[in-house]
């Protein structure tokens, strides 16, 4: 099963937009970020491909200034 990772520079960001996917019902977890992956706060949101829509929609609603991209993994 493939997930995306959702990658911020700011750790409270990350804990933030996790939070907000929880609101929605989405299961999520919240990772490691990997080293080759070298962009983040050390940890990231990992959630099922199948969320990406209403993942973009926190994205563009709140506009995270840490945000790095989304990871598929």
Do not use: W
Not at 40 to 49: D, N, R
């Amino acid at each position: 099963m493939q997930n995306y990772l959702a990658v911020f520079r700011a750790r409270t960001q990350t804990l933030v937009f996790a939070n907000l996917l929880k609101s929605y019902e989405v299961p999520i977890s919240v990772v490691n970020t990997p080293r080759n992956i070298n962009v983040s706060c050390g940890i990231s949101v990992k959630f099922a491909i199948q969320h990406k829509k209403i993942a973009d929609d926190i994205i563009n609603r709140r506009k995270f200034d840490s945000f790095a991209g989304f990871f598929l993994v």
